[in-house]
């Protein structure tokens, strides 16, 4: 804009005259604003827009229309979202709640919605966005101030842009058009929220002004950058941008004229949104700022990431096109591309999915050359981080369970299988076995190779089917075998439905063979398992099918069978029997009339066994026993004729030796028969014959024989043949010899023979002599030959040799000569051969190598990554790890500052929330003070200065809480004050960690001063259990506390529920002292929806009082009516429930609170595990301690007094009064009315007779119309109680806390207190008070600390903290001392009866010192063993080493000491540091030697104990970490509630004094009514009545019931005292003085406030001069009238 005086457009400006008639009307100071208005409404509708469009583009989501993002914020899921777009560690998608706001779109808001707008303010807190930016979560979830979340908004995008992370907002202004219904509607959206519009346009200067920097040389260089950006000149540009001043990092060379064009393009864009703002505002448009049209620090320093960006982005996608692993790496990895989640191992994985994705975005746009953008790159980057970590697990899995396998442990195998790293099927562990069998031979059938994920994948598919298959077998359910056996997965064929309870049957039997060790055994070395294999179920299931088909086709052939047998055909019988399906054994068609024969007899006897039953049949047993029958009959009957017929031919072929044998045939049956005497037998038998065919004649062959049953056998002897029936040429004489008639001939023979055989005893004698005569002559004709050999021996070998000789040296002199003609050709062959061979050799190796490439470095890779992995396992899992391995992680063990920052960051923490919990502490007791003086006012009691006194108190308390104390006390530099300091530390500590003291203290001390003690002393002694250490600690006192309040204070059960046991009322005030950070917050998750959903029902009327119900009734028809009503309005209940209306309303309001109550007892009893674990294990040790000294007591009655301190005094308060726990948040403008709090005491009146199961006095009697609720009750108590005795099962605090007594050896931090010295005074005081209770034994250490301090001197302030100039007495000294008096000390808690670290005479602080030095040591220099480490001199550039290590931990500690956090460790562990490498060596010696001789190292075994213990320590420092990074953010959570908190109290402040200005006010107004002069030399009565003086005689007081009695003194005499009241400078305060007969006695001070403090407590009756008895009401009542005319 052009100012006055300056031409504009080359004109001069034009003056305005009002009396011109064609000069424009001007717009009216009414209708500006509304333009303004407008105005404001446009810009932040644009900024909506702008924002929509940025959120869109970060997450790739779309979002509700600008007009509607609000709304759509306001459950903070898009934040979230945008969170974890630029921090997603910090918010990972699975944090998001309703990430799909599935949830939201159907039920609307809900509370857990806030946890994401934490998790965004959480995430721009870690990438360091200025807190000025920041909203409230109130401002989003209720919608506020919307327009601040929007400019954080803009401020988080300029921030990312700056960081080079996120692109830069649009600027719409002037460029997006909207209706003039939507700007309507949001400038009276605006009007609404009544707040001023952020400034969005300087945004980029705040930012630039938060920069720890000299903001005047900043702003300073960023406008020569832009004047430089004017001027068009890259150099100068450049130059610009080099300016230290500007802090601008990144900046490069090489990309000047990029830098140049993009930024002027930028300004540019920033010209042009002035220009279009200022079109549009006409003449209300003011240039707001610099920067609106300059550029600030964070839109150049984003533009310069931009442009790096660019380039590094063209760098990325050329190492792509390359196809090169480690250019793509080193593009990745540079910080301009500002990509996350590299990791070098995986750059092949990137290269591989980089051109993957390439290649796709080049298919889906159809060009040949694409680009990939920084958002297609990190996805891509992170797809292959998943895949690599997948790929790797899964080779791991594969190799741990191929391991697994060959380990031969099936429960390791199956547990391998299981893992979801494997992905593979689910696995049935109890039948561990048949997977270690099966796939045990699976490997073995591949010659001991690994197994693939396919093969396993299959294999374990298939056996889970198999095991699943067993277990159905031995639940005997023949339905479920069936159904698994039928799956696909278990590949078993030729399921047969019907046959379900046959397999069933099989299958079982088979099993049971196993288990018994019967013969169904398929592999002899698996003959102990209980299962059966897929071959042995597949090969049990054909056998059954197989069974069933026989048996049906046996019964078919059966019934063809008896058929046949019937129609007496023996070809059809014989067909029958042939059937395969009848499975007859040896069935022979030429047996097949006797089988008709024998079978149609064995038919007619079972006929007739059966009583001629003529439908009999015959079975296949019978049958089969016929044939069985008939074929041995006729093989014997064969054989005889056979026999018969041989000695027949044997007779005529007069063959002598064929004819004995056929005698000796057993076919025969011949007996007597003797080889001697064959030609014997031959010729009488040839007599025979020849006899008996002479008489018969010729005949044709046919011989008729007899079976051992009779039946007839016709035999052929020539043919040889037989039949069953008589052929028809068979006649009945024949000339072959019978059997009889062969015996005959045989034995006469025989017979002969035997007499014979008298005669030729001699016969052995003759052969045994002819036998040794041929042996003779065997014998010498065997000896002349051997001597004629060995005669002439030499002669035959040299004739040998020489024969062999002339041959050799023939041959070898003909190769030579040939050698010898062509022995250079014979050189030349062998080098050209050699020379093939190694070139070949080496091609093949070359062209093997280099077409291999890739797989060798994956080789590499994996061999390295390989003996890595090795060497962590073994450092984990190995029982003594090399000292080689140790080695290589021994850098673990090293604090970065990282660690040191966390460190810092913890005690900070630790600090700031026991100052801000005992500053809420603070507010809270005088914020309830305030509402009672208040109270007062309102009604007159006391003036309203009191109450402004006590506002100003609230704002000085307020800002003291922080403000340190210049005083000098416990923290001076003299040794005195040091030694005190010291004293106190050692005596706190020993009060921290042993918890009887204070367990004992607690019942010592009066009830009255137990509250104040607990929460003021214990919970400070324990930092509020701020961290793990101390909240074991403190759950370890309560504990301690409950066994011994339930040892001395409890005689019967019941006293812990009618009385108030002291030590259950602390574990409740601790659970509730942790209000938004522990305790409170699992109730109020519990109980929050539920109240809150009372609460907001406003037409919620639960009243069950029928008189209640009758009035209101009654009262409604009068206002409906207009006239009274003739009812009567006090009834009693069983009046008001004669009446119908009254009835219905009482059924409505009770089945409403039915519903309710149940709706509040269901989500309690599902919430046992979000209960406090202070409260679960203070339930846990309750339930012990009373079970333990109540034996004989019921497990009912325990559990009733849990149930009385879980619900009762946890839970019922917090649903009676929600606003006072917590639960809900009520402001304090506003409050709950009595009807809600009726509705919600309604509900807790169901569950706490549900709880203790009042029903003997619940409803019956006068409440006997709520009766029905009883049996409701009675079954709510059977849950409650399993929902108590469910909330003991706790583990136990060490368990928990994984804590033990020697947990503070091994940290190097000492716990550090913050106490108030008032705080450290009291506690001394009740220590030396009741030291002898608390610690009897008179060698306690208890007694040693408290002499330390002093045994004799009593603790006051001036000691701790010094004493003040002045008088003591002055009411302004004693004031300052009170304030100083809760000044927080710090104490760093130590053990004093620790021997000291430097004496190396403690064994265990000179382990922790050698561990510390052989950590060093070995960190510089190698070895195998401890021994050849040690004894190994060091090079120098070891040394050098060395040194490095020492300069930067004592470089990093310096850093921590300068910024004033200085963290207290323990020095010993960090001793001789500073020694060169050699120097520790010898120290290390020393100390191995000493602890050699205590036994705690060996030198046999190379100190290994030593490196285990250095092994323990990596291991364990993971979980530190850990342990402490779960600390600080559940520090930090409990800050965010203690703000919140304070935040609260600030709004009551904040409104309390806005009552009390209402006040003024309104006095101020009553002031000016009064107009009338007043005369200067009149008494002014009133002011008499206020700073004036008035006297009463005792007798006078005692009239009026002022005063009481006087002790010692009659009423006769209590005319004889006079009491004077006189106000004091102090307004509120009376001196009062009596007098005796005139005579003074005694003077005090009365405060009216006091008097009013003790009507407020119901205080009746004073006692003033420690003699007179003051009644309290008409002293007030007195001086009101006297002093303040009321």
Not at 163 to 168: D, E, K, M, S, T
Not at 866 to 890: C, G, T, W
Request: glycine residues 4%; negative net charge; charged residues 25%.
């Amino acid at each position: 804009m052009a100012s006055n005086g300056e031409v504009v457009g080359g004109q001069e400006p034009t003056q305005y005259n009002h009396e011109d008639e064609n000069m424009p009307l001007r717009a009216s100071g009414m209708e500006m604003d509304e333009k303004r208005r407008e105005n404001v409404a446009y810009e932040y509708l644009c900024h909506l827009e702008e924002a929509k469009i940025w959120i869109e583009a970060c997450i790739n989501e779309p979002l509700p229309p600008s007009t509607e993002l609000e709304e759509g914020l306001q459950n903070g899921v898009y934040l979230a979202k945008l969170s974890h777009f630029f921090s997603p560690k910090v918010v990972p998608l699975k944090k998001i709640f309703d990430k799909d706001q599935t949830r939201y779109k159907t039920r609307g808001l809900h509370f857990r919605y806030t946890d994401n707008i934490n998790h965004w303010l959480n995430a721009m807190d870690d990438i360091g966005l200025p807190k000025t930016f920041y909203p409230e979560t109130t401002d989003i979830y209720d919608r506020k101030n919307m327009p601040r979340t929007v400019y954080c908004i803009h401020a988080l995008s300029l921030y990312l842009f700056k960081l080079g992370i996120a692109p830069q907002i649009q600027n719409l202004y002037g460029k997006v058009n909207f209706t003039e219904e939507e700007i309507s509607a949001m400038r009276k959206e605006l009007d609404k929220y009544g707040i001023q519009m952020p400034a969005f346009s300087k945004i980029g200067g705040i930012l630039a002004n938060e920069m720890p920097v000299d903001e005047a040389a900043l702003h300073a260089a960023i406008i020569a950058i832009n004047e430089a950006i004017d001027q068009g000149v890259s150099a100068n540009t450049y130059a610009a941008l080099e300016n230290p001043s500007a802090h601008l990092l990144n900046v490069r060379l090489n990309n000047e004229i990029s830098y140049q064009e993009l930024l002027e393009h930028a300004k540019a864009n920033k010209a042009e949104i002035v220009m279009n703002k200022s079109l549009r505002e006409g003449d209300e448009f003011v240039e707001r700022d610099v920067y609106d049209t300059l550029l600030t620090q964070a839109e150049i320093q984003g533009n310069i990431n931009r442009v790096n960006l660019i380039v590094q982005l063209d760098l990325i996608n050329d190492a792509i096109e390359k196809g090169d692993e480690l250019e793509l790496y080193e593009a990745l990895s540079a910080s301009d591309a500002t990509l996350r989640d590299l990791v070098k191992d995986n750059s092949q994985w990137y290269l591989d999915v980089l051109t993957k994705c390439k290649q796709e975005k080049a298919e889906e746009c159809g060009e040949g050359h694409v680009i990939l953008d920084k958002d297609d790159i990190q996805k891509a980057i992170m797809q292959a981080n998943r895949s690599a970590k997948q790929f790797n697990n899964l080779v791991f899995a594969l190799k741990t369970i191929n391991e697994a396998i060959d380990h031969g442990s099936a429960s390791e195998t199956v547990t391998c299988l299981m893992k979801s790293e494997a992905r593979l099927p689910n696995v049935l562990p109890e039948y561990a076995d048949l997977y270690q069998t099966e796939l045990a031979n699976l490997k073995n059938n591949k010659a001991g190779e690994q197994l693939t994920h396919e093969e396993l994948e299959a294999a374990v598919q298939l056996l889970s089917a198999v095991a699943t298959i067993n277990k159905a077998i031995d639940a005997g359910n023949p339905t479920e075998t069936l159904h698994v056996l039928s799956k696909p997965e278990a590949n078993i064929r030729a399921i047969d439905a019907a046959a379900q309870e046959r397999y069933q049957d099989f299958l079982t039997a088979r099993k049971q063979q196993l288990r018994s060790g019967g013969s169904y055994v398929i592999d002899e070395w698996n003959q102990d398992r209980n299962y059966l294999t897929h071959d042995e179920i597949q090969q049990d299931i054909h056998l059954v099918n197989q069974e069933i088909e026989e048996e049906q086709d046996r019964i078919l052939a059966i019934e063809a069978i008896n058929e046949a047998i019937d129609k007496g055909n023996a070809v059809e019988t014989l067909a029958g029997l042939q059937l395969p399906a009848a499975k007859l054994r040896n069935v022979d068609e030429l047996q097949m009339d006797l089988y008709q024969a024998m079978l149609v007899t064995e038919k007619l006897d079972k006929a007739s066994r059966a009583g001629d039953d003529e439908a009999a049949v015959l079975w296949l047993e019978e049958i089969q026993s016929c044939i069985d029958d008939a074929n041995s009959q006729a093989v014997d009957a064969n054989k005889t004729a056979v026999g018969i017929a041989c000695i027949n031919m044997m007779i005529d072929d007069g063959d002598q030796q064929g004819l004995i044998q056929a005698l000796k045939s057993p076919d025969v049956f011949l007996t007597s028969v003797t080889g001697d005497c064959s030609d014997t037998y031959l010729q009488d038998l040839k007599t025979h014959k020849t006899a008996k065919k002479e008489s018969t004649g010729p005949d044709n062959g046919w011989v008729c024989h007899a079976t051992k049953d009779g039946i007839p056998f016709y035999f052929n002897n020539r043919t040889m043949t037989y039949r069953w029936l008589p052929p028809p040429e068979f006649t009945e004489e024949s000339s072959y010899l019978t059997r009889d008639e062969i015996q005959g001939v045989v034995s006469k023979v025989t017979s002969d023979y035997d007499r014979q055989l008298l005669f030729e005893s001699n016969v052995p004698h003759i052969i045994k002599i002819q036998s040794h005569i041929r042996g003779t002559l065997v014998r010498k004709e065997f000896k002349e030959r051997k001597n004629f050999m060995f005669t002439q021996l030499p002669a035959i070998l040299k004739i040998q040799a020489w024969w062999r000789m002339i041959t050799q040296r023939r041959l070898y002199r003909e190769r030579l000569d040939y050698l010898n003609t062509t022995e250079n050709e014979v050189v030349k062959l062998q080098a050209l051969v050699r020379m093939w061979l190694a070139r070949k050799n080496f091609k093949e190796r070359q062209t093997y190598y280099r077409s291999n490439e890739d797989a060798i470095i994956k080789i590499q890779a994996f061999v390295r990554s390989n003996m890595a992995r090795q060497d962590y396992y073994a450092l984990m899992h190995s029982e003594n790890p090399p000292l080689s391995v140790v080695r290589k992680f021994i850098h673990l063990l090293d604090s970065n500052d990282a660690d040191m920052q966390e460190e810092l960051d913890l005690q900070k923490l630790r600090a700031q929330v026991v100052t801000d919990i005992r500053a809420n502490q603070r507010l809270e007791a005088d914020l309830n003070m305030m509402d009672i003086k208040i109270g007062l006012l309102v009604r007159n009691r006391i003036t309203l200065q009191d109450v402004v006194m006590h506002g100003k108190k609230l704002k000085r308390e307020k800002l003291d809480t922080s403000r340190p104390s210049s005083v000098v006390g416990l923290k001076s530099l003299s040794k005195d004050k040091r030694d005190k300091l010291e004293a106190y530390q050692h005596l706190f500590y020993l009060l921290q960690t042993q918890p009887n003291y204070l367990a004992k203290l607690i019942f010592e001390m009066p009830p009255s001063a137990t509250n104040k003690f607990m929460q003021s002393v214990i919970l400070t002694l324990y930092n509020y259990a701020s961290n793990q250490r101390e909240e074991y600690l403190l759950l370890k006192l309560y504990e301690t506390a409950i066994q011994e309040e339930v040892r001395l204070k409890v005689d019967k059960l019941q006293d812990m529920i009618t009385g108030d046991p002291m030590v259950i009322r602390m574990v409740l005030n601790y659970n509730r002292a942790q209000r938004g950070a522990k305790g409170q917050s699992e109730l109020r998750e519990i109980l929050h929806p539920l109240v809150k959903e009372i609460i907001d029902d406003n037409s919620l009327n639960i009243n069950t009082n029928p008189v209640d119900i009758y009035k209101s009734w009654v009262n409604r028809m009068e206002s409906k009516t207009g006239e009274k009503s003739k009812l009567p309005y006090d009834v009693t209940i069983e009046q008001a429930l004669q009446h119908k209306e009254v009835q219905e309303s009482l059924k409505q309001s009770i089945a409403v609170l039915h519903k309710l109550s149940d709706k509040f007892f269901r989500s309690i009893i599902n919430s046992v595990d979000k209960l406090p674990y202070g409260i679960r294990i203070s339930c846990k040790v309750l339930c012990d301690s009373l079970d333990e000294k109540f034996p004989d007591a019921s497990d009912a009655d325990i559990l009733k007094v849990i149930g009385n301190l879980v619900y009762y005094r946890y839970m019922n308060p917090a649903i009676v009064a929600p606003d006072a726990f917590d639960i809900i948040d009520v402001g304090p403008e506003r409050g709950l009315t009595m009807q809600k709090r009726r509705n919600l005491g309604s509900i807790a009146k169901i569950l706490q007779f549900a709880a203790s199961n009042k029903m003997e006095y619940s409803f019956e009697g006068e409440s006997a119309y709520m009766s029905s609720l009883n049996e409701y009750v009675s079954e709510a108590h059977l849950k409650f109680r399993q929902y108590f005795a469910a909330a003991c099962q706790v583990p136990e605090l060490e368990i928990k806390f994984n804590m033990d007594e020697y947990t503070d050896f091994t940290t190097t931090t000492k716990p550090v207190i913050y106490i108030s010295a008032q705080e450290i005074c009291d506690t001394h005081q009740l220590l030396l008070e009741h030291q002898d209770a608390i610690a009897p034994d008179a060698n306690d250490p208890l007694h040693e600390l408290l002499g330390d301090l002093g045994a004799d001197q009593t603790p006051s302030i001036e000691h701790l903290i010094g004493e003040l100039p002045g008088d003591p007495n002055d009411p302004a000294i004693q004031t300052f001392m009170n304030n100083l008096a809760k000044i927080e000390i710090s104490l760093t808690l130590n053990n004093k009866f620790e021997i000291m670290a430097e004496d190396d005479t403690d064994l265990k602080t000179l382990y922790i010192r050698t561990k510390r030095l052989i950590v060093d040591v070995i960190g510089s220099q190698p070895g195998d063993t401890l021994p050849q480490v040690l004894s190994l001199p060091a090079t120098d550039e070891q040394e050098e080493r060395h040194q490095l290590i020492i300069k930067t931990r004592e470089a990093r500690d310096e850093r921590a000491e300068k910024k004033g956090r200085g963290i207290k460790r323990s020095l010993s562990v960090y001793g001789d540091t500073r020694l060169p490498l050699e120097g520790k060596k010898k120290k290390i010696h020393h100390n191995l030697r000493l602890l050699e001789k205590a036994g705690l190292v060996s030198k046999s075994d190379n100190y290994q104990q030593i490196v285990n213990a250095i092994v323990k320590d990596i291991r364990n420092q993971r979980k530190y970490r850990q342990r402490r990074k779960q600390e600080i953010i559940k520090l930090r959570s409990t800050l965010k509630g203690l703000e919140t908190k304070a935040s609260f109290y600030e709004e009551q402040i904040d409104y309390y004094n806005q009552y009390i200005k209402t006040c003024l006010d309104n006095l101020q107004r009553k002031g000016k009514k009064s107009t009338k002069a007043k005369n200067p030399f009149t008494v002014d009565r009133e002011a008499a009545k206020i700073h004036g003086h008035m006297k009463y005689s005792a007798a006078k007081l005692h009239e009026k019931g002022v005063i009481l009695e006087i002790e010692g003194l009659p009423e006769n005499q209590f005319k004889n005292v006079m009491f004077e009241f006189e106000t004091t400078e102090t307004t509120g305060v009376f001196a009062i003085s009596a007098k005796f007969m005139g005579v003074s006695m005694e003077k005090v001070q009365l405060v009216f406030q006091d008097l009013l403090q003790l009507q407020y407590e119901g205080v009746a009756v004073m006692k003033m001069f420690d003699r007179a008895k003051v009644n309290v009401n008409l002293l007030i009542f007195l001086l009101n009238r006297k002093f303040y005319g009321r």
